[in-house]
C-alpha cells in the first residue's frame, strides 16, 4: 500500500507534472526549485507551531480535569 497524497507526494507531482521536454519549459520548474527550501522552512514551522499548540492545549485539557477532579472530591467529601 502507497500513500500517495502526502506532502513528499504532493511536492514531487507539481514538478513531475510540469512540462520540461523544451529549455524554454525548465525555467519555471528551476524557479520552483529555488524556491522549494523557503516553502518546506514554512511547512516545517507550520507543523511546529501547530505541535505546540497541541501541547498548550493538553496541558490545559489537564488542568481543567484535575480542577473537576477537585471539585468532584470537594463535593463528595461534603456529603
Known sequence: M???HTPVHQLRSIFTMMPAAED???APVL???RNLPAALD???ATLTEGIVDLKR???EALRQGS???D???AAL???
Open 57 to 59: 492545549w493538553h496541558m
Open 31 to 33: 524557479g520552483r526549485l
Open 24 to 26: 524554454d519549459d525548465r
Open 42 to 44: 514554512g511547512y516545517r
Open 77 to 79: 467529601a461534603a456529603l
Open 67 to 69: 480542577l473537576g477532579l
Open 2 to 4: 502507497r500513500n500517495l
Open 71 to 73: 471539585d468532584l472530591e
